[in-house]
């Protein structure tokens, strides 16, 4: 047997996780008694290699969540050519060699989460923020044949920002994605900042936040009549999904 028996996850203020607690009861219920799972909690990406250095012999694999999902890619010794094309990897699988392998499973999670609730009308969207869970996203959105633009706060090259946002615009893109941290728990009062009045029953609202299960950005959806998703089912799907590129 592979005496790689720990996982973890890398991330920033991430004491709110859902992998930890995911995983320790998978391993539970698998009877994998010798299996753990760790949350490293690290305020720079910067100390990844020291954290690998003195541990690398007893992992299996890692998840990267926020905001690492691009920075890690720079230790990484190989990357799955859809995670490259993406720019962003959230699944690090280490080789029987002690290579460090990256993929994006965010990919895999959202699309088959979001398919099922798309409609005909669904043909625009809104991609809310810039960071490495939209590049997934719009990893998807491309494949879907979905034109989007992305919302930032920053003036970019294709993409709106918050502040210019009008009527015409919402009506336009009934597909809107939240990938910021705005709304997660506690902060539960935040929200992007959007022409919510303008949403309509044909609109579809997706929040990759999982926790609270309803955000203010879901409620305001909500009181309009439209579709609304959080991330729930995407985590789950993604990482079952890294679950399965561990044990390859």
Known sequence: MNNRIKFGIIGKDISYSFSKKYFTEKFVKLGLDNYK?????????????????????DFKGLNVTIPYKESVMKYLDLIDPDALKIGAVNTIKFSDENELIGYNTDVYGFEHSLTPLLKLHHTKALILGTGGASKAVSFVLNKLNIEFKFVSRKVQNDSFLYSVLQKEHILEHTLIINCTPLGTSPKFNEAPNIPYKFLTEKHLLYDLIYNPEETKFLNEG????TIIKNGSQMLHLQAEKSWEIWNS
Request: proline share 8%.
């Open 37 to 57: 799972y760790l949350n490293f909690d690290i305020p720079e990406i910067d100390e990844f290699p020291f954290i690998m250095y003195q541990k690398k012999e």
């Open 222 to 225: 909500k009181k309009r009549g």
